[in-house]
């Protein structure tokens, strides 16, 4: 079968059942293959958040004609006729057991939530039906997600005394944008031309009734000329704080485009508008498996299921492959931690480079198979081959138990955990538990969260999360990440694992922050703040600051109390720049006082003079300043003056037009903190002038 499975896009139409009045629907695209290209008489579907279609197709697939559900049950005739065959991308899965088994290229996209339920039936008289895993937007790197490029957002109306703003709408919280219309439209400029191939939309707290229900998603290259990305009509959202997540399709999703405007025309009936958060994506939807049966004509149906191409690639699953990867997490542990954060390592581990044990035979692993009353997951099973339970896995778990002692939880002692409570959030059960002592967490395999290939679905249960983490395909994928999370908290400590290419992610990163290039330079010195860079987490913070103040101080005091950090930085800027930002982001947490933001920088290495007083901090923050190149001190003595007089807007247009000649006069700056934290510039500098400074390009020559 060949991999360049061609898509059919449909035009559609839509009517309310008996109205005859037709109007124009979201496009449809289908691509299907299931070993063998047959036209398709029949599809059915249904997506994650409950809507459902049906249709039929002619003969030669040029047109069909069925029904269309919506979420809130409301029904619609849906039509469509073949406007184009492209080589689309359709989702790959490797099919699971039998010989000859071929792969399943499958793709609908109509616009709506990820499909969850697929049923089919061909010309030839075979079909199926299977229902598909889609994977969580959080959980997945390669999803595309272009938000963070956003540097500036508008909106028609916003409720600014309350701080329910348009800028709120970017970031990962509860706050959220309230317009006193019931009809609103928001701008969003991206510092670069991207494709949007789906968007989501999240509810706001409070009144249903202020939801959007009729949106138009536009692009513009200029911001003059638009063109209609995707169009909603009768939408709605059952629940607060509700995600949905919207599909771009047709020749809409491949363009790209610097500008993007949500024109809301209508919502659910209240006199304003709201939303939480608005994200944008590039990347293609994401499945994780499909499982369910098929048949061919005359035939009896049989079990169909299959895992996405590529799943699984980098993570151990062979015997041989768990015994290279923990000789080199072994390695790494060793040479990266102090001897007594091992404890309960022998000298015989020590010396082998080992922090394992031998490896179980296989009559001790049928053994636990047969206490168990079922087969083991094909990773778990593999690794416990390859040792027979395991010491320190990660920075929390201090011990992986053995086959002797691994048990469903249901079977452990009753204050460990509480199933029934687990399997209310979410977990099938039963449980099996495979750790031991830890700090404070423990490890658990769901047997009934099962995997075409066998893997039972892993998580981690927390006291700080509070509760379960996030969901895992198998026991392997939950040790690599621990693995990955074990590096990034050792190169946070400036304990790299692995510090090679630090000095050049470092001089990337300062060079993207300079050019305006913000979420380039963010992740420049994300990664080399992995690998030991004290001086990128600093950075890193910086910028965040300028994208929003509010709790930069959190992520300040966990950076002052970090040697290597202050080493690299230097203790001059950290007193001139580091403080006063730390004091001002405290300042504006209700929760907080200057004492308490003081008290919590015991402890630093820095000896810092800190004030004792709001009056004392106020003072700190007009006269604590890191130097300026002198044209940008000049600037700024004028903002201030303008500033003094209630000439806001003058004062910004100097501060924006000096913004350009700005250069770090120090190796670890990148832009100038004196915007932010001098009570002189507080009400010039507003949050979305903050965000537009670090994606104005800065400290580069013409010839540059």
């Known amino acids: 079968m060949s991999e360049h499975v061609p898509s059919l896009v449909f035009h559609t139409e839509r009517q309310r059942t008996g109205t005859g009045q037709w109007t124009s629907d979201h496009g449809l695209v289908v691509a299907f293959e299931a070993g063998k290209a047959v036209p398709l008489a029949r599809l059915d579907w249904r997506d994650s958040h409950g809507a459902e279609a049906v249709i039929g197709f002619d003969p030669g697939m040029a047109a069909f004609v069925g029904l269309r559900i919506a979420a809130d049950g409301t029904t619609y005739e849906w039509r469509g006729r073949l406007v184009e065959r492209t080589q689309g991308h359709p989702h790959r899965f490797r099919v699971e057991g039998g010989e000859g088994r071929q792969d399943l290229f499958l793709l609908v996209e109509d616009g709506g939530s990820p499909v969850s339920r697929l049923g089919w039936a061909d010309r030839e008289g075979g079909g199926g039906s299977v229902v598909l895993r889609s994977v969580d937007l959080e959980e997945i790197a390669t ?16 409720h600014k005394r309350a701080g329910e703003v348009a800028l709120n709408l970017l970031d990962a919280t509860a706050a959220k944008w309230l317009s006193w219309r019931d009809a609103d439209w928001l701008e ?23 939801d959007p229900r009729d949106w138009e998603l536009q692009g513009s290259s200029d911001g003059n000329t638009w063109v209609v990305l995707d169009s909603r009509s009768g939408e709605f959202f059952p629940q607060r ?20 405007r949500l024109e809301i025309t209508g919502n659910c009936g209240g006199g304003e508008t709201q939303l939480c958060r608005v994200r944008f994506f590039s990347g293609e939807r994401s499945y994780e ?11 009896a149906p049989v079990p169909y299921a299959g895992i996405a191409a590529g799943l699984g690639e980098g993570v151990p699953a062979t015997v041989e492959d768990w015994r290279a990867f923990l000789a080199e997490y072994s390695a790494d542990m060793l040479r990266v931690l102090e001897h007594g954060e091992l404890d309960g390592i022998t000298e015989e581990q020590r010396a082998g480079s080992w922090l394992g044990y031998d490896a179980a035979p296989d009559e001790r692993i049928t053994a636990l198979e047969e206490r168990l009353g079922v087969p083991l997951p094909p990773s778990y099973r593999s690794f416990l081959a390859a040792s027979d339970g395991w010491t320190t896995m990660s920075t929390f778990m201090y011990e992986i138990l053995s086959t002797a002692e691994a048990d469903w939880l249901h079977n452990c002692p009753d204050d460990l955990l509480d199933e029934e409570y687990l399997e209310e959030g979410g977990l099938v059960g039963p449980l099996l538990l495979v750790s031991g002592e830890s700090d404070a967490q423990y490890w658990l395999l769901d047997a009934g969260d099962v995997s075409p290939d066998g893997e039972w679905a892993a998580y981690v249960w927390a ?23 074990f590096e990034e908290l050792s190169g946070a400590e400036g304990r790299p694992v692995r510090p090679e290419g630090v000095a050049e992610l470092l001089g990337r990163g300062r060079a993207a922050a300079l050019r305006g290039r913000v979420a380039d330079a963010m992740d420049a010195f994300r990664r080399a703040e992995e690998k030991g860079s004290g001086a990128a987490a600093y950075l890193r913070a910086v910028l965040s600051a300028f994208l929003d103040v509010h709790g930069t101080h959190h992520e300040l005091r966990g ?15 950290i007193e001139a720049e580091a403080l006063p930002l730390y004091l001002y982001s405290a300042s504006l947490d209700h929760h907080g006082s200057t004492a308490f933001a003081v008290r919590s920088l015991g402890g630093t290495s820095t000896g810092l003079r800190l004030p004792s007083t709001d009056e004392e901090r106020d003072a700190l923050l007009a006269e604590r300043r890191a130097p300026e190149p002198p044209a ?20 910004w247009a100097v501060i924006e037009e000096a913004l350009a000649s700005w250069y770090p006069v120090a190796p670890n700056r990148v832009a100038p903190v004196v915007l932010l934290t001098d009570p002189a510039l507080r009400g010039v500098v507003t949050p979305s002038r903050a965000r537009e400074v670090v994606f104005t390009p800065r400290g580069f020559r013409a010839d540059e």
């Open 143 to 158: 999803a595309g997600e272009v938000t963070d490029r956003v540097r500036e957002v508008r909106a028609g109306n916003e």
């Open 559 to 573: 950076l002052l109390h970090r040697p290597h950090v202050v080493a690299e930085v230097g203790v001059e800027q």
């Open 632 to 651: 940008f001190e000049l600037a700024l003595d004028r903002a201030r003056d303008l500033a003094a007089r209630g000439a806001d807007d003058e004062a």
């Open 463 to 485: 006291s700080w999360y509070p509760g379960l983490g996030e969901r895992h395909r198998s026991f392997a994928d939950l040790v690599v990440a621990e693995r990955a999370s």
């Open 188 to 210: 969003f400029t991206l510092d670069e031309p991207v494709r949007v191939r789906h968007y989501a939309l999240e509810s706001a707290n409070d009144f249903a009734d202020r």
């Open 289 to 299: 498996a499909f499982s369910g049966h098929r048949y061919a004509a005359g035939e």
């Open 241 to 260: 704080h509700l995600s949905r997540d919207f599909q771009v399709t047709g020749t809409a999703a491949e363009a790209s485009y610097r500008h993007l």
